[in-house]
């Protein structure tokens, strides 16, 4: 009963996640979401981190930690942050369960991974979902709705590039210190993408709203979701703890249409189901399991 209870408040905290950078974004922009989410999260991980320094195994492999920073913090909450400014959290929270396929075309383009026929009917089983998301108005994808889905699209494809590299280069490094780096590093990509957008960091309504999304997003979404995650994987199985990958779009429904008034649309849910099927397909054969241990890492959400 406690591994459940640990497994659904962790899909409600990252699916929670998506609502927070809705409201974010509004007052801090896109960048300064990145920015203030990686410093309130890298607050709660650095103490950890200074605690375990010693364990940490050298030597630190630094261009490995700041390639994962680029891309499975930096950039896709940039790209996650802006596709919200055009769609609702809901529809990005459904695209972002993609991640896991993605990780798997990045594992077999870039990476040289083998896929079985299993795992390709996963992955086109997972577009169509796209395609039922779009309405199958594909044409628009490439237009006026590239920035929202299109874009949200991106993230993901940074977060399965990010996936297959740490699997890659990074199986001898602690988590925590590949986390506490990557938050790092995001912060760092947060603030350049301020300043090259013209965003003021400083200059925000600081009111409620903002104080809660920041520690939603850092302190609980960076920091204690990740804490979670690992506890079932260590008491659970893996498996187990992946398991939150199907339940996060569904508690982000739940955020987005009780805080946000978000509509839950006959194409979401279906194009969720789908998307569903296709990373369990995509996923079901062993030897790919092991990727998504790094696919559900979000944070994100």
């Known amino acids: 009963m406690r591994l459940y209870s640990a497994l659904i408040s962790l899909s ?14 509004e007052f801090a922009g896109v960048w300064g979401t ?37 891309f499975n913090a930096g950039l896709p909450w940039g790209f996650i942050s802006l596709s919200e400014t055009y769609i609702n959290s809901n529809t990005a929270s459904v695209i ?28 086109l089983i997972g577009f169509i979902g796209i395609f039922i998301l779009l309405d199958f108005n594909i044409d628009s994808l490439f237009g006026q709705s590239f920035i929202g889905i299109g874009t949200m699209i991106v993230a993901t ?12 280069y990074l199986k001898e490094t602690g988590v925590l210190l590949i986390t506490t780096c990557s938050l790092i590093v995001g912060a760092g990509i947060g603030l350049f993408g301020s300043f090259v957008s013209g965003e003021n ?22 920091g204690l979701a990740h804490l979670l995650y ?27 249409y009780v ?8 194409n979401l849910l279906i194009g969720l189901i789908v998307i569903c099927s296709g990373v ?7 030897a790919f399991k092991q990727n998504t241990k790094e696919d559900v890492i979000r944070k994100n959400y």
């Open 157 to 168: 494809l940074f977060y399965g590039f990010a996936s297959q590299y740490m699997k890659r």
């Open 34 to 70: 990145v920015f203030y989410r990686c410093i309130a999260g890298t607050m709660i991980l650095l103490p950890f981190l200074l605690v375990k320094r010693k364990q940490i195994a050298k030597p630190i492999p630094w261009k490995h930690l700041i390639v994962i920073g680029i």
């Open 280 to 286: 369990y397909f995509t996923n079901k054969q062993t």
């Open 12 to 25: 409600f905290i990252w699916g929670l996640s998506f609502v927070f950078i809705k409201w974010l974004t």
């Open 96 to 123: 972002n369960a993609l991640t896991p396929i993605f990780s798997g075309i990045i594992g077999f383009i870039i990476f040289s991974k083998s896929l079985s026929k299993q795992q390709w009917i996963g992955i």
């Open 201 to 222: 960091l400083f200059d925000i309504n600081v009111n409620p709203l903002v104080i809660i999304s920041i520690i939603g997003l850092g302190c609980f979404g960076s």
């Open 230 to 256: 690992y506890y079932l994987m260590k008491e659970a199985s893996p498996e187990f703890a992946t398991t939150v990958t199907y339940l996060i779009p569904v508690t982000a429904m739940i955020w987005g």
């Open 259 to 266: 805080l946000l008034n978000e509509k839950i649309t006959n």
